[in-house]
Every structure is written in C-alpha cells, then in structure tokens.
C-alpha cells in the first residue's frame, strides 16, 4: 500500500534498546518552538518546524493508515497552549500542536485527506521540514564523519595530513563535511531522493546521536563519509575502500577501527577489552540481521563499483570490507565510506582540491541511485558526468 515509510526493522528496534541505554547517549534538552509555516503552493506540501536548537526527534507513522500521523520532539520547552491550523489545499486538511509538560514533548498530529507518505528532512540546526505525497523520495542520511572544535567538551577531528598544503594542515572533520555538503546538494536537486545530514557544521556529535538521528527519520540509506589513516611511520598506504558492519576487525586497521569508533586512551586495550560491538554483533545474529547486512553489502558494492571505475584513487582499490564500526548500526542499510588517505602526502594534495571532493561526492550519488535501482523496479536512477579523475 502507498503508505509510510515502513516501521522500524526488528534489528533496528533491538539495537535502538541497547543503544539508547549505552552511557555516551545524548539527550537534547530545552529546545525553543521558534516557528512552524507551510508550503501548498506545490502538488506535494512541505512543513516547517523550526527551533533554536535541535531537539529529539521520534517520528510515528504507524498511524498514517487512519490518515493521521504525528511527529514528537523531546526536550522542548513549551509552547503549552494547544494550537490548530487548518490547510485549504493538499493531502493534509489540519496539523494541530499539543504539548505534554510532564516529558517535554511538543506534538504535532497531520490529519490527511487520503492515503499518504511523509518522510522528515533536516534544513540545518533545529529545522525539520515534513514533505507529504503519493511517490516518496528515497531518504539518504549522510553522516559526515568526526567533528568538534577544541573548545567543545569533546573533539575528534580524525586523521589529519601530515604535511602542510597551502601553508596548513587539514583535518578530516572539515573535509568530511565539505564532500558531504556537496553530496546533500546533489541529492537535494535529484527528482527521487531526498537528504537528512547528521551534521551540518562544525560540531560533535556523539555516534549514538548519529545512529539514533538517523533511525529518528528513518532514513533508507545510511553513509558515512571518512577519510582514512594508518598508524604506520610509512605514509604510503594509499587508495579507497567502503565498509559494512560485521565482526571482521581482525583484517582491519586497528588504528582505524580505533579512530572511527572513537576510542580514547591506550589503543590496544580499548579495541580488545571494548566488548559491546562484539555483544550487539552476536546478538543480531538473526535473518533480519543478516537480511539488513546483505543489503548493506550490495550499498557498499554499488559504491565501489563507481570508485574502481571513475574515482580519484582507482588504481589503489582497496574493495569492500566488513567492520564493527559503531556508527553503521542503524535500522537501515548502511555503510562507511573511506575516500582515500589524508595522511598520505600524495593522496592529501588532491583530497583538499574542490574538484575532488565534487567528484567524490558525484561517485556516492552515482553508487546511491544504482543500489536503488537494483533493489527497487519502480525506483528511476538519475546518474551524473563524475569525470575520470
């Protein structure tokens, strides 16, 4: 039926429970309601929901086959009078607000003329937008990897090049981000997809944040963009390789397993004595798990495929991998991209020039359009000139 995104994978459920309980969960408080307007002069509305901040997001579509559905945002303080607006055209007739002192949540309940799908995207901090159809865009979520400045409570800006470019060092949070802003603007003038960042500046947010932010909108797909390093004196390790999440870090980079979890302290005894990967892991050893990882695998095969024929560092092709990286488990198929070696002096010098990174971020589009139009016959795939690099 021509409804909403569908609900939640059991693996996703299963993983949100054991997330949510883990200690580095983050939990938006004392957000302000700035603004909520619309858009119906299009065939397909868009609301916005606009707040000084980001709050947390829980989206319920359950519902929407009695022609309702409604968004809660957590941590909101107030508005707590109850509000109603009533829209003259479109598939959605009335949007009513209702607060609920006791935890913080400000609701907003969309009643529908018909049958309808909705799906949830970020415009920035603290801006949702809900857009409303009968054909829904595929729901990238692009999460661009590390973030922080030295200021903020907690940092991690990843790898770094090990030589200066242009009379400075560049850092793989802000490069990361760069590439990904390009994807989003992609994937923001395609007809078939549409795009939630899980990051939009220079900020940190935690990988459970990330994980969760992503099974808040309930995204399609799930890509982490990151930029490898090694922890060898030899900078010569060289070339692309994507991930998916399985229990495979033997044959991975400790160092790399380390950086993109996020340890801190003595490397060695945080990747042998951190065991929850290894227990969450084990505990999905199910079909819905093992289902969710075969369609993360063909993600990662699709966007390889692209890299090996088109990219920036083809001739070093590193091929597809698996992983326990924390922040691939979602509730959506999911994989972590690595564009080449920062610390690689070669490498380094063409990962800083813009036209590498929109080339980069034209092969993800590429691999993104690709996988869909394998996995779903109605999906029409929009490809772009990526150029041989």
Known sequence: ????????????????????ASPGAAQAAGSRLLNFSWDDSADEPVFTIAFDRSPTLKATDAL????????????????????DWDITQGPVFHVKRLYYAQGNVLRFVFYARRDLQFHVTTQGEGVYQVRLGDSRKKLVVIDA????????????????????????HYLEKELTLEISRRLADLIKQAPNLDCFM????DRYVSLDRRIELANEVQGDLFVSIHLNATDSRRKTARG?????LGDSSKATN????????????????QVSSHEVLREILRSLADDAFRAQ??????????????????????QFHRGVKSAAFRVLMT???SILVECGYLDNPDEAEQLVRPEVQQQIAILLFNGINRYFAEVDPAFKPVYLAAGGG
């Open 331 to 333: 509730s959506m198929p």
């Open 254 to 269: 400790r160092h790399l397993l380390a950086l993109e979890n996020e340890y801190e302290g003595d490397m060695d005894s």
């Open 64 to 83: 929407v086959e009695k022609r309702y559905f409604h968004l809660d945002f957590y941590g909101v303080d107030g508005p707590t009078d109850p509000e």
């Open 1 to 20: 039926s021509a409804m909403s995104a569908p609900p939640l994978r059991s693996v996703g459920l299963l993983l949100c429970l054991l997330l949510c």
């Open 145 to 168: 990897g590390h973030g922080g400045k030295p200021t903020d409570a907690k940092y991690h800006f990843g790898a770094s090049t090990t030589r200066k470019i242009g009379g400075r």
């Open 240 to 244: 692309f390789e994507v991930y998916y």
């Open 293 to 314: 990882q075969a369609e993360s695998r063909a993600v990662a095969e699709s966007v390889d495929r692209e890299f090996a024929a088109k990219g920036p560092f083809r």
């Open 198 to 201: 899980t990051r939009t500046d």
